[in-house]
């Protein structure tokens, strides 16, 4: 399964960002290793940073995000993409996959 991670640095010892659709980094992970580090290109800017996220990541053919919240229009963009998604909070991405079943 393709999995990216929203987070606040580079690497799975980084904290998962409370925020999706402007978190600094989304890491993708298949099965269970590190692919793909995309610095988010839609950090600051105007609005919309959800849905453009979740186009990218779908761009990217992951098939769950976990981060911190996400917000209305997000849900409803990975939704019609059947993109799962999952809410943790305090944890870094390394213990989202040592304890998630990813």
């Known amino acids: 399964m393709r ?4 987070s606040v640095g580079e690497d799975e010892n ?6 999706s659709g402007r978190a600094p980094y989304y890491l993708i992970f298949e099965d269970g290793k590190l692919i793909k580090t995309i610095k988010n290109p839609f950090r600051s800017g105007g609005g919309g940073a959800g849905f453009s996220v979740a186009e990218m990541l779908s761009d990217e ?3 769950m995000v976990v981060s911190g919240k996400f917000g209305p229009n997000m849900i409803r963009s990975f939704e019609s993409k059947g993109i799962k998604y999952k809410e943790v909070s305090g944890i870094t991405v390394k213990e989202v996959l040592d304890e998630t079943d990813l």
């Open 3 to 6: 999995v990216a991670i929203s």
């Open 14 to 19: 980084s904290k998962v960002s409370e925020e």
């Open 61 to 63: 053919k992951v098939e």
